[in-house]
């Protein structure tokens, strides 16, 4: 039993030590790309939340802010790298009409419980540092297989809203779509990790591009985060008038 314990504790110290050496190989521009990409997405998430604050003042989210969404994108996207100051506008103003699009589901949240905005938020943060750690301490392309698997994933995502959206779906398939969807989202932040660190080692260092895939990924996973604790809510408090009456 020693031994078995013995053994145990020496591969956890080999895979501690193997990871720091891999960090290690991280060459010092890339870590600075990771560092600049990383701080992107931070203000991207600042500009959300303004984003949803003005929602909840003024009721600007809606279709409105979706269509500007996605117009930001595919403007972002059709932009030359070397305007890097107008792609920056253009990811924060991104991230503001998303935020607002995503204010409807604050606004739920806060007439139903408050708290399960920060809890959400919490959540979806310790989720993204976690699994981002992970891809960064991991060999190099360790987990970019995981790409085709990630995208039939998003196939089915579709073809289940669609399938519930026209014909009507059960409960079951909605909370199926829901874990299932988080799942796959949590996959690609680590995918997308690795993706951005293969392709900074070989001088693509489009730092606002790259901040844009990950926010992408923290914004579905915090939707569906909250849409789930919401549900779950929603569930306790019907289950406690039951038992009342």
């Known amino acids: 039993m020693d031994a078995f314990f013995g053994s145990q504790s020496s591969s956890r110290t080999r895979w501690s ?8 190989q991280i060459s010092p521009l890339v870590q600075k790309h990771i560092t600049r990409v990383y701080f992107t997405l931070c203000c991207a998430v600042v500009a959300a939340a303004v984003g949803a604050f003005l929602h909840v ?3 600007i989210g809606g279709f409105l802010t979706t269509v500007a969404s996605i117009g ?3 403007w972002l996207l059709s932009t030359p790298p070397f305007e890097e100051q107008k792609r920056v506008f253009l990811l924060m103003a991104l991230a503001l009409f998303q935020g607002a699009s995503i204010g409807p589901l604050i606004d739920l949240a806060i007439a ?26 991991a060999r190099r392309r360790e987990y970019l297989y995981l790409g085709g698997l ?3 994933g998003i196939s089915i995502l579709l073809w289940l809203h669609f399938a519930s959206s026209v ?61 789930i604790m919401l549900k779950n809510s929603v569930e306790r408090n019907e289950k406690k008038k039951k038992r009342r009456d």
């Open 17 to 24: 030590s193997d990871s720091l050496k891999n960090f290690r």
């Open 57 to 59: 003042l003024w009721n």
């Open 72 to 74: 930001s994108v595919i």
């Open 112 to 137: 139903i419980d408050p708290s399960l905005i920060f809890s959400a938020f919490v959540g979806t943060s310790l989720a993204f540092a976690c699994f981002s750690a992970a891809a960064l301490v």
């Open 150 to 152: 990630l995208s039939s």
């Open 167 to 227: 014909f009507g779906g059960p409960i079951a398939l909605f909370k199926f779509e829901l874990y299932f969807g988080l799942l796959v989202f949590v996959g690609y932040v680590i995918v997308d990790t690795q993706e951005i660190i293969e392709r900074a080692h070989f001088g693509d260092l489009d730092y606002v591009k790259h901040a844009l895939t990950l926010f992408t990924d923290l914004a579905a996973i915090f939707v569906r985060i909250l849409i």
